[in-house]
T-cell receptor
Framework: AQSVTQLGSHVSVSEGALVLLRCNYSSSVPPYLFWYVQYPNQGLQLLLKYTSAATLVKGINGFEAEFKKSETSFHLTKPSAHMSDAAEYFCAVGFQGAQKLVFGQGTRLTINP | DAMVIQNPRYQVTQFGKPVTLSCSQTLNHNVMYWYQQKSSQAPKLLFHYYDKDFNNEADTPDNFQSRRPNTSFCFLDIRSPGLGDAAMYLC??????????????FGPGTRLLVL
């Protein structure tokens, strides 16, 4: 079955530290990959997406993600965390032949001063 | 700015009293989605419209219905809300299906409280 796994429902980092949020998917065919961010009581905002162009994708707010086919991963990183990055992050996958996105369970990012 | 608008942002209803949530878009997208999101969970797709074609998810309760009178508007009707229907309801649009890599653009959501 097509699935998306985000390792770690909660991640806590210090301000200025590296942010790494993990996402793995199950598919033999490279899918379309998205990262969304959700702030409290708001909708989802697109951070970045991979659609088979460059494997390193740069997004908004200093985030980037690297598609690794051999590892079926699309981890999200940011070199230096800011307090404003505290939010819920969702990895989502559009599998070939499917009309809907499959979401990971989300990772809540907390930034410590 | 082109956007997805949801009204109201907060809705309080009574147990069993029908309620309608609305979504409008200025993106001229042909696909519109309704998601239910409960606390600390991922959004759960209820149904979507591809133009006028309605696509219901297999596990969406019959209590949930939807209407799309034109390209710009889409409504979510909950015929008899139960306490378990209290959630954030998110509307999203896209210019095509997820299978072709189209981005979904989300509205701010409507938080529904059932008393």
């Amino acid at each position: 079955a097509q699935s998306v796994t985000q390792l770690g429902s909660h991640v806590s980092v210090s301000e200025g530290a590296l942010v790494l949020l993990r996402c793995n998917y199950s598919s033999s065919v490279p899918p379309y990959l998205f990262w969304y961010v959700q702030y409290p009581n708001q909708g989802l905002q697109l951070l970045l997406k991979y659609t088979s162009a460059a494997t390193l994708v740069k997004g908004i707010n200093g985030f980037e993600a690297e598609f690794k086919k051999s590892e079926t991963s699309f981890h999200l990183t940011k070199p230096s965390a800011h307090m404003s990055d505290a939010a819920e992050y969702f990895c989502a996958v559009g599998f070939q032949g499917a009309q809907k996105l499959v979401f990971g369970q989300g990772t809540r990012l907390t930034i410590n001063p | 700015d082109a956007m997805v608008i949801q009204n109201p942002r907060y809705q309080v209803t009574q147990f069993g009293k029908p309620v309608t949530l609305s979504c409008s878009q200025t993106l001229n997208h042909n696909v519109m989605y309704w998601y239910q999101q409960k606390s600390s969970q991922a959004p759960k797709l209820l149904f979507h419209y591809y133009d006028k074609d309605f696509n219901n998810e297999a596990d969406t309760p019959d209590n949930f219905q939807s209407r799309r009178p034109n390209t710009s508007f889409c409504f979510l009707d909950i015929r008899s809300p139960g306490l378990g229907d209290a959630a954030m309801y998110l509307c999203a649009t896209s210019g095509g299906g997820a299978a072709v890599g189209e981005t979904q653009y989300f509205g701010p959501g409507t938080r529904l409280l059932v008393l």
